[in-house]
């Protein structure tokens, strides 16, 4: 399971929208998902991702909602694989559409420079997590396609 970081003033209550709710849904998952509630942390994950999903469209720092967006899939993508049975593809599918998004965004000519940085950033991670999946399942084929996209630094994918 991926932390989320409690901001400042996180509490019990219900989750509010923005990034203090996915704090919220997220820290929600996290407990349940330690407590071996699986199936109420997944509720919790799914709720992050709604949130993780909203806040793409919303001013504000793409580096902490891309954070948001990864943190998200990748918990779906880790609980499902602790899953009886295990959801590899469903697993597969979290961390491929991450990957595969912030790939997405360095070439969207309507992403501003700044988002263009934050996801080239994140798709670090995003790779890395798929190489880790990929140790364990070899033979999985979209991991393998979505982990074989080429990247380039924002500098050399924006208009000069």
């Known amino acids: 399971m991926i932390h989320a970081a409690p901001g400042p003033g996180a509490d019990p209550a219900p989750a509010a929208d923005g990034l203090p709710g996915w704090r919220q849904a997220t820290l929600r998952g996290n407990r349940a998902f330690g407590q071996g509630r699986l199936a109420e942390a997944a509720t919790h994950y799914r709720a992050a991702l709604a949130l993780a999903e909203a806040l793409q469209d919303d001013p504000g720092d793409p580096d902490s909602q891309l954070a948001a967006l990864v943190v998200s899939h990748h ?63 070899p033979g999985h084929a979209r991991a393998r396609r979505a982990a074989a996209l080429l990247w380039k630094h924002p500098d050399e994918t924006l208009p000069h």
């Open 75 to 137: 918990n779906l993508a880790e609980l499902y694989q602790r899953g009886s049975p295990p959801g590899e593809d469903l697993a597969a599918g979290h961390l491929c559409r991450a990957h595969e998004r912030l790939h997405a965004m360095l070439d969207d000519p309507r992403e501003t420079p700044g988002r263009r940085l934050a996801a080239w950033r994140h798709g670090r991670v995003t790779y890395v997590q798929l190489q880790d999946f990929l140790q364990r399942h």
